[in-house]
């Protein structure tokens, strides 16, 4: 079975538009994390959220953590071609060393 | 160098060769994890070292063998391998206990062909 969910698993928009990418769990993190991922290379991290319930923004990407500490949201405002990429949730359980990777969002923006 | 280099980035071995991926970060990091990627798969956890000892094996078939000879180099011997094994390896770093902050670092990943 699959840790986390994310949703949807492709997404191909037009540059300008805003999209919501989702990652759904029914395990409680200690942590999440967005990563992106471009072809041929690592994830990089993107941000870290630890409270429930907490918002966090980096330029036009919007991270929020559920109240629950179950599931996290990225909404992208006004997507760039420079967007494209694998979006990845990571979530961190109380044990430590322990990092369940999502399914991926990968994100298209068509210029 | 900064942050974590992986060499080398691509390889290509048949099914009785015996190769070896390899690991360094230069983040003062004392964990170091090693990641499969395969398409349409989700990263799936291989091997965790914290402070040097391993402390997960998700089960991996023993013909991925890791080595951790110090806090900064990480390396994956392989042997044997089939076909199936074919993905991108992918090493990660992180700062475990009360200082980390449970955050994964990444290398750019060596693209494994098994012929």
């Known amino acids: 079975t699959q840790l986390l969910e994310q949703s949807p698993q492709f997404l191909s928009i037009q540059e300008g538009e805003n999209l919501t990418v989702y990652c759904n769990s029914s395990?409680?993190?200690?942590?999440l994390q967005w990563y992106r991922q471009e072809p041929g290379e690592g994830p990089v991290l993107l941000v870290t959220?630890?409270?429930?319930?907490e918002v966090k923004k980096l330029k036009r990407l919007t991270f929020q953590f559920g109240d629950a500490r179950k599931d996290s949201s990225l909404h992208i405002t006004a997507a760039q071609p420079g967007d494209t990429g694998l979006y990845l949730c990571?979530?961190?359980?109380?044990?430590?060393?322990?990092?369940?990777f999502g399914t991926g969002t990968s994100l298209t923006v068509i210029p | 160098e900064t942050g974590v280099t992986q060499t080398p980035r691509h390889l290509v071995m048949g099914m009785t060769n015996k190769k070896s991926l390899k690991c360094e970060q230069h983040?003062?990091?004392?964990?170091m994890y090693w990641y499969k990627q395969s398409a349409k798969k989700p990263l799936e956890l291989m091997f965790v070292?914290?402070?040097?000892?391993?402390?997960e094996n998700n089960s991996v078939p023993s013909r991925f063998s890791p080595e951790c000879p110090n806090s900064s180099h990480l390396f994956l011997h392989l042997h044997t391998l089939q076909p199936e094994d074919s993905a991108l390896y992918l090493c990660?770093?992180?700062?475990?206990?009360?200082?980390?902050?449970?955050?994964?670092?990444f290398g750019e990943g060596s693209r494994l062909t098994v012929l």
């Open positions: 990660a770093s992180s700062q475990d206990g009360s200082r980390g902050t449970g955050e994964l670092f």
């Open positions: 395990s409680v993190f200690s942590s």
């Open positions: 959220v630890v409270t429930g319930g």
């Open positions: 990571a979530g961190e359980r109380n044990t430590g060393n322990q990092f369940y």
């Open positions: 983040l003062g990091h004392n964990a």
């Open positions: 070292y914290s402070l040097e000892e391993r402390v």
